[in-house]
């Protein structure tokens, strides 16, 4: 089983950068990808980025393509989210998720069925 637990949420200004952690644990591999996934109060949870923890090699949804990087630490397996530029439309929570093989990060990623799942980090962004 696979343990995950999200930090850096908070309340960000519009225009500000913020970076989440998803720290996993437990029975993961280098054959695992993680997700950030996000969602808002009465709409579906919407996919954000994906990586390899083998070879970093990454996928982005369109609405995530030139303001977020997905990046990842393999020494420890904690997974990155930076979110720069913040809108206020970038508020909800996001999740974190893990689920092998590791080649899963494509354009259907989103699609999975992810096996293990943080509880979730608030992101708000108001001035």
């Known amino acids: 089983q696979v343990h995950i637990v999200e930090s850096g949420g908070g309340l960000v200004q519009p225009g500000g950068s913020l970076r989440l952690s998803c720290a996993a644990s437990?029975?993961?591999?280098?054959?695992?990808?993680i997700a950030w996934f996000r969602q808002v109060p009465g709409k579906e949870r919407e996919g954000v980025a994906c990586?390899?923890?083998?070879?970093?090699?990454?996928y982005y949804a369109d609405s995530a393509k030139g303001r977020f990087t997905i990046s990842r630490d393999k020494t420890n397996n904690t997974v990155y989210l930076r979110i720069d530029r913040l809108k206020p439309e970038d508020t909800a929570v996001y999740y974190c998720a893990a689920h092998p093989p590791s080649s899963i990060c494509s354009q259907y990623f989103a699609l999975y069925g992810w096996s293990s799942w943080g509880q979730g980090a608030q992101v708000t962004v108001s001035s």
């Open positions: 437990g029975f993961i591999s280098d054959n695992y990808a």
């Open positions: 990586i390899s923890i083998f070879d970093a090699s990454t």
